[in-house]
């Protein structure tokens, strides 16, 4: 079955960077599009990223453009989000979850968060 | 990339049915078919409900239904049931090839 697991959450101090991972099994990793979507608490779901299966793409909302980066490791089934710059409001549990197309389609798949503190 | 516009809640007895409305603009669900819908119970992760407005990934109850008409789409739950009550997402791919959220809806079985 799918299974999608995130790591690296933690508290850091505004300004900091943090890397979260993904790490992917129950499919062949290299055949989907990834997304990194976030929660912060008490609120809805924000998209915050997506990158093809090749990596060739990349897309972000205007919110983290320029400070967030997608990327990912086939060889070794993980998905990464490098945060720079990171602000108060990027406080959230931040979920990897799967693409059905090799692209850009619908999410069918979550994983269960890492939580991101941003708190000086 | 402002978000698709949701009630904040919505309420019904068990048996009825209700509908979640989800409102876009014509750069996206007003232009694609790539409208999802997803459930949220506290704590856990989103599971998907509908995918392309209107199909049903397998294992999902045929009680979740969903639609879509000019640029808002809906989900309608029929036979309400105590565990429906959790919160609902919808999503969209957009024009500007990102994906945006509604607000979320908070469903209370009464």
């Known amino acids: 079955q799918v299974q999608l697991v995130e790591s690296g959450g933690g508290v850091v101090q505004p300004g900091r960077s943090l890397r979260l991972s993904c790490v992917a099994s129950?499919?062949?990793?290299?055949?989907?599009?990834m997304h990194w979507v976030r929660q912060a608490p008490g609120k809805g779901l924000e998209w915050v990223a997506v990158?093809?299966?090749?990596?060739?793409?990349?897309y972000y909302p205007d919110s983290v453009k320029g400070r967030f980066t997608i990327s990912r490791d086939n060889s070794k089934n993980t998905l990464y989000l490098q945060m720079n710059s990171l602000r108060v409001e990027d406080t959230a549990v931040y979920y990897c979850?799967?693409?059905?197309?090799?692209?850009?389609?619908?999410?069918?798949?979550w994983g269960q968060g890492t939580l991101v503190t941003v708190s000086s | 990339q402002s978000a698709l516009t949701q009630p904040a809640s919505v309420s019904g007895s068990p048996g009825q049915s209700i509908t979640i409305s989800c409102t876009g603009t014509?750069?996206?669900?007003?232009?694609?078919?790539?409208v999802s819908w997803f459930q949220q119970y506290p704590g856990k992760a989103p599971k998907l409900l509908i995918y392309?407005?209107?199909n049903r990934p397998s294992g999902v109850s045929n009680r979740f239904s969903g639609s879509k008409s000019d640029k808002t789409a809906s989900l309608t739950i029929s036979g309400l049931q105590a565990e429906d009550e959790a919160d609902y997402y919808c999503?969209?791919?957009?024009?500007?090839?990102?994906?945006?959220f509604g607000g979320g809806t908070k469903l209370t079985v009464l």
């Open positions: 129950g499919f062949t990793f290299s055949s989907y599009g």
């Open positions: 990158i093809w299966s090749d990596g060739s793409n990349e």
């Open positions: 014509y750069r996206d669900i007003g232009y694609y078919n790539y």
């Open positions: 999503t969209s791919y957009t024009r500007s090839t990102t994906l945006v």
């Open positions: 392309e407005v209107s």
């Open positions: 979850a799967r693409d059905r197309s090799p692209s850009f389609a619908y999410i069918d798949y």
